[in-house]
Every structure is written in C-alpha cells, then in structure tokens.
T-cell receptor, first 114, second 113 residues
C-alpha cells in the first residue's frame, strides 16, 4: 500500500465548476501538507501549504486537512481553463527526516473545458 | 527572479556514458534535493543536502552521486547511466526555517538508450 493515495483521473469539468481533489494517507505522523500544480513539461509549483490540521484559503483555492480521517482536499472555485494541469498532493513528517522529504501522491490530471 | 535552474532540460544519452545534470538556485537556500518522477510512481527523492558539504541519500539513490561544494549549486551525477534511469528529474530547494515550502526547477528529461 502506498503511503499517499491519489486518484490519477483524468477529471474533466466545465468552466466555472467547483473542483474537488483529494488524497488519503496512511502515516498518521505526517504534519506538513501541500498541494502542487504541474503544467505539462514544467516543474511542480507550490499552490497551498498547511501545517497540521485545518483549512486554508487563497483566492479560489481552499485546502483542507482532516488528520483524524487521514484525508486532505483541495477545492477550486470558479474553475478556469488555465487551471487545467496535474495536481499533486504532498506531505512530510517534519523538516528533518531526510531533510523534510516530501511524499507525493500520483497526481490528478484536471481538464477544465471552456 | 527567484528560481531553480536545471541544465540540460532534455538529453538522450547512451548506456554507460557519464553525465551531469546541473542545478543552481538564486535564493540562498540551505536545503537542496533531487527528485525523479516516473509514471505510476510519482516523485521520489534521490539525494538531499542540508547545506554546503552536507549530503545524504534519499529513497532511490542507487546509480547517482551528488556534491554540494557551493551553496547555490547541487549537481546530480550519473556515473554509468542505465535505461532504468530514464526519467524526469527535478531539483528543488528550501530555506531553513521556512516550513516545508519546497520550490522545484523546470525539470530535466533524461533518456538512456
């Protein structure tokens, strides 16, 4: 069983839809949770960063962490064609274990249709 | 502009021919690392460095070497590349004390034939 599970999709939605992306994980010791966006042939770009539990909002993006369920989510409101990309969840134990190594999900490919 | 720069971006090489992928960051970050990205396996850490002259293995270090002689540079060396090292490679960096906000380079597509 992988430490971090993420449905690879692809997920296709119409422009303006609310998108929900999710990851589950098995290691309850994870403390840092991140969402990255990766466009084709580009490096992952940090979108959202959360320490421990709770919600975080940044513009059209909301990240949620539910440590009791070992489940994290990213919501995209009013989705745009420019949001079409692969979304990667990532998490780490701390800043010291292998330098704060990130454990990534496989990524969900999202397509927003005009 | 703050960035992590990798070179080359694309490379096709032959088995056994030594190659180096360079990585440079202009943010004065202490921490740097290399990841590889493979279909179905996601991104996995190869090596990391907490500061100059301090390097250590990640999860998939076999067949790779690194060095950290200067703070800004962290080259990845493949002494004798093999086809199973065909992958997309990313260099990343982070400032110590900045949580775990890791920034990635644009990636280097490496094909070993």
């Amino acid at each position: 069983q992988k430490e971090v599970e993420q449905d690879p999709g692809p997920l296709s939605v119409p422009e303006g839809a609310i998108v929900s992306l999710n990851c589950t994980y098995s290691n309850s010791a994870f403390q840092y949770f991140m969402w990255y966006r990766q466009y084709s042939r580009k490096g992952p770009e940090l979108l959202m960063y959360t320490y421990s539990s709770g919600n975080k909002e940044d513009g059209r993006f909301t990240a949620q962490v539910d440590k009791s369920s070992k489940y994290i989510s990213l919501f995209i409101r009013d989705s745009q064609p420019s949001d079409s990309a692969t979304y990667l969840c990532a998490m780490s134990l701390n800043l010291y274990n292998q330098g704060g190594k990130l454990i990534f999900g496989q990524g969900t490919e999202l397509s927003v249709k005009p | 502009e703050a960035q992590v720069t990798q070179n080359p971006r694309y490379l096709i090489t032959v088995t056994g021919k030594k190659l180096t992928v360079t990585c440079s960051q202009n943010m004065n970050h202490e921490y740097m690392s290399w990841y590889r990205q493979d279909p179905g396996l996601g991104l996995r850490q190869i090596y990391y460095s907490m500061n100059v002259e301090v390097t250590d293995k990640g999860d998939v270090p076999e067949g790779y070497k690194v060095s950290r002689k200067e703070k800004r540079n962290f080259p990845l060396i493949l002494e004798s590349p093999s086809p199973n090292q065909t992958s997309l490679y990313f260099c990343a960096s982070r400032r110590t004390g900045a949580g775990n906000t890791i920034y990635f380079g644009e990636g280097s597509w490496l094909t070993v034939v």
